[in-house]
């Protein structure tokens, strides 16, 4: 009936309320359910004439039991990106952690035990080098191979480059 109004009941327009936060929060990278992302430190190393930025990361799972993740590489920081900033927030490049490695399993499970879960990871800088100045970065990315924890997004830091 054209013209009618539509009549919703409280609980759905409250349930759906609910499903456009948890929509927007996740779109903003906010914490998964139990499960943190922290970048702790960052710098630059050179090798030769290549650029690697070092960064120590850490995981952090207080959802109170062992997170599972899936990869093709070696375990559970394999779905983060490195996000290079200007000083102003614009990004200049995403470096992703598996890029510049070779897949060895199909689909292999990783747990990620409850508590903290550190790794220094190392992001080669294939294209320009960075220029001699200070930039921002963080990580981006999910607990690889698993739905519910994605959109994940660290503060950024600075990252100084001699």
């Known amino acids: 009936m054209a013209g009618r109004p539509v009549r919703y009941r409280v609980r759905h327009v409250a349930s759906g309320l609910a499903v456009v936060v948890v929509l927007a ?11 943190r992302l ?8 050179t ?3 290549s650029q690697i ?8 799972n207080a959802s109170g039991a062992p997170l599972d993740a899936f990869t093709n590489f070696s375990g559970v920081f394999d779905g983060l990106a490195l996000v290079v900033l200007d000083p102003s927030g614009r990004e200049l490049r995403r470096i992703h952690y598996t890029h510049h490695q070779s897949p060895y399993a199909e689909h292999r499970r990783v747990e990620l035990p409850v508590g903290a879960t550190r790794r220094e990871l190392g992001f080669p800088i294939f294209e320009a080098p960075l220029a001699a100045g200070r930039y921002l ?4 990315g999910e607990l690889v ?11 950024a830091i600075p990252l100084q480059v001699p």
């Open 38 to 45: 922290h970048l702790d430190r960052a710098r630059l190393d």
């Open 25 to 35: 929060m996740t779109a903003r990278g906010a914490a998964s359910p139990g499960l």
């Open 137 to 140: 970065v963080r990580l981006e």
């Open 53 to 60: 930025v070092v960064a120590d990361a850490r995981w952090v």
């Open 145 to 155: 191979g698993n739905p519910r924890h994605r959109g994940l997004r660290t503060r």
């Open 47 to 49: 090798v030769g004439a």
